[in-house]
């Protein structure tokens, strides 16, 4: 039994072995195998502003994030502190996040329920989101290394977020966003929206407390890394980190549970249903809940900012160096490194992707699947895509069932 979808910029394939026993049936072992394409081989041989404008084109998705990754390690191999363009960026990023969370409402969860979906309900959400860049950097040239001609317009920057936040608002929650296990459960009943239809799906009896059982007993933790020097110092030291990422020598898990682990909705849902799939959605929806709130601060932050030129904030830094930057995008945290020559050229560049630590070949996935009890082969699949959807990896997805 196997299905898979868009296999031509890489994929994620997942092999499952079954046993059947007096006992019933359950996953023997789960095999997970991540092939991302390594486009950022393409940026080796770049000069830093050309290389910083190409990896969005590189990268099907996030590309903002990619852009952004790209030009902070730009600016940390050449001394520039970029640090007025912060809240700006920010905006950007998150931007992309909620478009990219959007997309999965509509898309890929109505998917997950049988039903067809729905990419026109994205067309006002991505209207709103693509008014954004202008809104900062007339020229669009914000993800430059060094920042671009910053000139916020407030008025649209707050138009764009509230046409953001009533999309929503009526198109996710049909209402205010749930706050705990209680109100989750009672707007899953209400079923208003395709994410209210999931959320019923995934608290039932079957599925709500379905742990992922590796994760706590094999102590998996959650990626709380932010600082650029550990991504420069592990993808620098270990060329092989990008595909095998490690976190104190274990895999872990980046994503909307990693940023969202403490928030009221994600606390509640975890006393409730366990460290099962509620908790990974219910991490999702908090993630989608906060975006908006985190624009509105941003939007206060923002003042007019000019490019920051090369040697203007560092002068003694004119030799050739090495830089990390870091971004996150929905699916969890992005980063890049690189090294310059003596020309300004990139002499090596790697970075390691959310999906190469969630669906790494011991990691979050392949934990959470092996030794799982399952009902048959159907009941096995059904229950890896709707964890890989919860995952959410940045390719395709193909799934194999042995006995």
């Known amino acids: 039994m196997s299905t898979a979808m868009l296999p031509g910029e890489g994929s994620v394939s997942v092999r499952l072995w079954l046993d059947g026993g007096p006992e019933g049936m359950a996953i023997r072992r789960a095999e997970v195998a991540a092939r991302r394409p390594r486009a950022v081989a393409a940026l080796v041989g770049r000069r830093a502003e050309e290389a910083a404008r190409l990896a969005p084109l590189l990268f099907s998705l996030c590309g903002s994030a990619q852009g952004l990754a790209v030009a902070r390690a730009c600016e940390a191999a050449l001394g520039l502190d970029a640090g007025a363009h912060d809240a700006a960026r920010s905006l950007l990023t998150d931007a992309e996040a909620l478009d990219s ?104 009896p079957g599925l709500a407390g379905w742990s992922l059982a590796g994760w706590g007993a094999c ?71 906060e975006l908006p709130r985190r624009m509105e601060a941003a939007i206060a932050a923002l003042r007019p900012a000019d490019p920051v030129a090369a040697g203007s904030s560092n002068p003694a830094n004119s030799a050739p160096g090495e830089g990390c930057g870091v971004a996150e995008t929905a699916r969890g945290r992005l980063a890049h490194w690189l090294r310059l020559d003596g020309d300004g050229r990139l002499a090596d560049a790697r970075m390691v992707a959310p999906t190469d630590w969630n669906f790494a070949a011991d990691g979050p996935l392949a934990r959470g699947l092996a030794g799982v009890a399952v ?29």
């Open 101 to 204: 969370h959007g997309w999965q409402a509509v898309v890929e969860w109505p998917v997950r329920l049988g039903a067809p979906p729905r990419p026109a309900a994205l067309r006002e959400l991505r209207t709103a989101v693509s008014a954004v860049l202008p809104a900062l950097y007339p020229a669009k040239d914000g993800l430059r290394p060094g920042g671009g001609v910053l000139r916020p317009d407030f008025a649209a920057l707050r138009s764009a977020l509230d046409r953001m936040a009533g999309w929503l608002e009526a198109t996710v929650f049909a209402g205010p966003p749930p706050r705990d296990a209680d109100e989750l459960a009672g707007w899953a009943a209400r079923g208003g929206t395709d994410a209210a239809l999931l959320a019923a799906r995934l608290l039932s």
């Open 219 to 289: 102590g998996l933790p959650l990626l709380d890394e932010r600082s650029p020097g550990w991504f420069a110092a592990a993808l620098a030291g270990d060329p092989g980190f990008a595909t095998a990422p490690r976190r104190n020598g274990a895999p872990a898990l980046t994503g909307p549970l990693e940023r969202q682990v403490d928030h009221p909705l994600v606390v509640s849902v975890t006393e409730r249903f366990g460290d099962g799939l509620a908790r990974l959605f219910a991490a999702r929806l908090a993630d989608l809940a």
């Open 375 to 403: 009902r048959d082969r159907d009941d096995a699949v059904e229950r890896v895509r709707l964890l890989v959807a919860m995952l959410d990896p940045c390719v395709a997805c193909g799934i194999d069932v042995h006995e």
